[in-house]
């Protein structure tokens, strides 16, 4: 029975993981196949497959896979159509909406992968074609051949042509973007990360330039020059007349009408309209914010808590995330930040909690340390040295559904918090029944992190102790460097409930999962994580190992990086 569990759930895991990206590869593959079977075998391209050979084949049949792939490219970063999608599944089914909302950065990236994978590919073959198209000049078909004569350049094809440029250009962009999304660029140089991927732009307008050469031409009197007429010697068609009526003209080409660029131009103007639509919402007064308050954090963080100037309270969940723009730093950045409290009957205000991690948190955190500075040296406020901010949403993430669930388990590490801290401060809020129980699972380097949330994990514990239910809520609470007892005595003598539970060190994961496996036989446990990707990784391959011994583990998690 182990066993036969054991296999059903790899196999269900299997499907669920890679069956779309099967139907997605197998969908290109037909497409490719389609076009490259049309341009090898249909009568009109035989002259420029004479000339081009597979060349030809291979570089039309990217092509169309190329266009379908920059329609869909930016439809996961339409952040307002993912809403409307979030309404859609959110009403539809729970998993469906969770697992959308994990996916979206991870189908962005697939689609990022094939984009640059299939444009080398189109790229050689195109690189391949200009050789050919030199190499095979035939003045008898100047009309169809892109090269002027066997002495001509190859570099004049590929950088002083419509077609040789802006594939140069695509193809180097296409690189940039690539070399600058690397996790270690994007942690360490986030504003080259952000400027590169804005070269997409760039790499839509060659794009539609990039046709403008009309390099591929199609016979068009395939009824007064059939294929094979060039096969014939001329001295035996002057002497046969029946020859001489099949072939009775030279063959004549033109360059097909050219509608493959209304695709990406779909997903393109989808995504400028996403964007149009939210720079409005940004700069409306529905959405404008006040800078109420501003503070740095023991252990390099920052809390700020802004107020819709609005009237009329703003929606916002917990589990939901916004994207903050500080004008002061930069017109052009967003960052997104999940909300640690949100707006009530009482007080339309957002809270946000940002640990320092590169250089955009690093220059707010030192224009917040600058201006507490100020305010402690001279006892008031000025308005030059008030920070001002956008704010963009919210927008719903993977942890939005944790109050769905009836057992959950929450992993985060080091600012992985926020999205529990929203949570905890809806049950502080409001008379939640579910989730029926909580563990938390927090791991920080830093322990004055701690300090960051222990008045609201606190007041939720004795909370719960009101109401008779100490088992609903337990936290564990890991200090993975330099632990120091006398520190753990100095931070939090205040909280001795929280004390108790500060413990050395990294979890040990198997003695975990086998006590929830214990307190939780034949029953759903479902684990949220945020934190780095190697955390994420174990975790899930923890809730695949332990569902054979009868706990059944669901996972999801959340991150921006």
Same mark, same amino acid.
């Given at each position: 029975?182990?066993?036969?569990?054991?296999?059903?759930?790899?196999?269900?895991?299997?499907?669920?993981?890679?069956?779309?990206?099967?139907?997605?590869?197998?969908?290109?593959?037909?497409?490719?196949?389609?076009?490259?079977?049309?341009?090898?075998?249909?009568?009109?391209?035989?002259?420029?497959?004479?000339?081009?050979?597979?060349?030809?084949?291979?570089?039309?049949?990217?092509?169309?896979?190329?266009?379908?792939?920059?329609?869909?490219?930016?439809?996961?970063?339409?952040?307002?159509?993912?809403?409307?999608?979030?309404?859609?599944?959110?009403?539809?089914?729970?998993?469906?909406?969770?697992?959308?909302?994990?996916?979206?950065?991870?189908?962005?990236?697939?689609?990022?992968?094939?984009?640059?994978?299939?444009?080398?590919?189109?790229?050689?073959?195109?690189?391949?074609?200009?050789?050919?198209?030199?190499?095979?000049?035939?003045?008898?078909?100047?009309?169809?051949?892109?090269?002027?004569? !066997?002495?001509?350049?190859?570099?004049?094809?590929?950088?002083?042509?419509?077609?040789?440029?802006?594939?140069?250009?695509?193809?180097?962009?296409?690189?940039?973007?690539?070399?600058?999304?690397?996790?270690?660029?994007?942690?360490?140089?986030?504003?080259?990360?952000?400027?590169?991927?804005?070269?997409?732009?760039?790499?839509?307008?060659?794009?539609?330039?990039?046709?403008?050469?009309?390099?591929?031409?199609?016979?068009?009197?395939?009824?007064?020059?059939?294929?094979?007429?060039?096969?014939?010697?001329?001295?035996?068609?002057?002497?046969?007349?029946?020859? +001489?009526?099949?072939?009775?003209?030279?063959?004549?080409?033109?360059?097909?009408?050219?509608?493959?660029?209304?695709?990406?131009?779909?997903?393109?103007?989808?995504?400028?309209?996403?964007?149009?639509?939210?720079?409005?919402?940004?700069?409306?007064?529905?959405?404008?914010?006040?800078?109420?308050?501003?503070?740095?954090?023991?252990?390099?963080?920052?809390?700020?808590?802004?107020?819709?100037?609005?009237?009329?309270?703003?929606?916002?969940?917990?589990?939901?995330?916004?994207?903050? !723009?500080?004008?002061?730093?930069?017109?052009?950045?967003?960052?997104?930040?999940?909300?640690?409290?949100?707006?009530?009957?009482?007080?339309?205000?957002?809270?946000?909690?940002?640990?320092?991690?590169?250089?955009?948190? !690093?220059?707010?955190?030192?224009?917040?340390?600058?201006?507490?500075?100020?305010?402690?040296?001279?006892?008031?406020?000025?308005?030059?040295?008030?920070?001002?901010?956008?704010?963009?949403?919210?927008?719903?993430?993977?942890?939005?559904?944790?109050?769905?669930?009836?057992?959950?388990?929450?992993?985060?590490?080091?600012?992985?918090?926020?999205?529990?801290?929203?949570?905890?401060?809806?049950?502080?809020?409001?008379?939640?029944?579910?989730?029926?129980?909580?563990?938390?699972?927090?791991?920080?380097?830093?322990?004055?992190?701690?300090?960051?949330?222990?008045?609201?994990?606190?007041?939720?514990?004795?909370?719960?102790?009101?109401?008779?239910?100490?088992?609903?809520?337990?936290?564990?609470?890991?200090?993975?460097?330099?632990?120091? +007892?006398?520190?753990?005595?100095?931070?939090?003598?205040?909280?001795?409930?929280?004390?108790?539970?500060?413990?050395?060190?990294?979890?040990?994961?198997?003695?975990?999962?086998?006590?929830?496996?214990?307190?939780?036989?034949?029953?759903?446990?479902?684990?949220?994580?945020?934190?780095?990707?190697?955390?994420?990784?174990?975790?899930?391959?923890?809730?695949?190992?332990?569902?054979?011994?009868?706990?059944?583990?669901?996972?999801?998690?959340?991150?921006?990086?």
């Amino acid at each position: 029975m182990e066993s036969t569990g054991k296999v059903y759930h790899a196999t269900r895991n299997f499907m669920f993981k890679y069956f779309l990206a099967f139907v997605w590869i197998g969908f290109n593959f037909v497409v490719f196949c389609k076009a490259f079977s049309n341009y090898h075998h249909e009568p009109e391209f035989y002259y420029l497959s004479k000339i081009l050979g597979n060349g030809l084949c291979v570089s039309r049949g990217t092509a169309p896979v190329l266009n379908l792939t920059m329609a869909l490219i930016t439809l996961p970063m339409c952040r307002s159509l993912n809403v409307a999608l979030n309404g859609a599944f959110g009403r539809w089914s729970v998993r469906v909406l969770v697992f959308y909302l994990e996916k979206i950065k991870v189908l962005h990236l697939a689609l990022g992968v094939g984009l640059i994978i299939v444009g080398v590919i189109h790229s050689i073959a195109h690189f391949v074609n200009i050789h050919n198209f030199i190499e095979n000049y035939d003045e008898k078909y100047e009309s169809i051949n892109w090269a002027s004569g !066997q002495d001509d350049s190859r570099l004049r094809l590929l950088l002083a042509t419509p077609t040789g440029f802006s594939g140069c250009v695509m193809l180097t962009t296409l690189l940039a973007i690539a070399y600058f999304s690397s996790r270690q660029m994007r942690d360490r140089f986030y504003n080259s990360f952000f400027a590169a991927h804005h070269l997409f732009l760039l790499f839509y307008g060659m794009m539609f330039y990039h046709p403008l050469s009309n390099i591929i031409k199609y016979q068009t009197n395939l009824k007064t020059h059939p294929n094979g007429c060039d096969m014939v010697d001329e001295a035996v068609l002057r002497n046969d007349t029946v020859l +001489q009526a099949i072939c009775s003209e030279e063959p004549t080409f033109e360059a097909g009408e050219k509608i493959a660029w209304i695709w990406p131009l779909i997903g393109l103007s989808v995504y400028l309209l996403d964007v149009t639509c939210r720079y409005l919402t940004t700069h409306s007064s529905s959405r404008k914010v006040a800078t109420l308050q501003s503070h740095v954090l023991p252990g390099k963080g920052i809390y700020l808590r802004l107020r819709f100037t609005r009237t009329k309270r703003v929606p916002v969940g917990a589990g939901q995330y916004v994207l903050l !723009q500080c004008p002061a730093i930069s017109t052009l950045e967003w960052h997104p930040f999940t909300v640690i409290d949100f707006p009530t009957t009482i007080h339309n205000t957002v809270s946000l909690a940002i640990s320092v991690r590169g250089d955009w948190t !690093q220059r707010l955190y030192e224009l917040v340390s600058e201006r507490e500075r100020y305010k402690h040296d001279y006892g008031v406020e000025i308005c030059r040295r008030r920070i001002d901010f956008l704010l963009d949403g919210p927008y719903p993430s993977a942890m939005t559904s944790m109050l769905k669930y009836k057992r959950i388990v929450y992993v985060g590490a080091g600012v992985g918090i926020t999205p529990f801290a929203g949570f905890v401060r809806h049950l502080l809020n409001f008379d939640a029944k579910w989730p029926t129980r909580i563990h938390l699972i927090w791991i920080v380097k830093n322990a004055e992190m701690f300090t960051w949330f222990a008045d609201e994990l606190t007041k939720l514990q004795e909370r719960f102790w009101k109401q008779n239910k100490p088992d609903r809520f337990t936290l564990k609470l890991f200090w993975t460097q330099n632990f120091n +007892q006398n520190l753990v005595e100095e931070y939090f003598s205040d909280y001795p409930t929280l004390k108790a539970r500060i413990f050395p060190g990294r979890p040990k994961w198997d003695d975990v999962f086998l006590d929830f496996v214990t307190l939780y036989p034949r029953k759903a446990v479902t684990l949220f994580s945020c934190g780095p990707k190697g955390l994420t990784k174990e975790l899930k391959s923890l809730c695949r190992r332990y569902r054979k011994h009868g706990c059944n583990f669901s996972y999801f998690h959340e991150g921006f990086g």
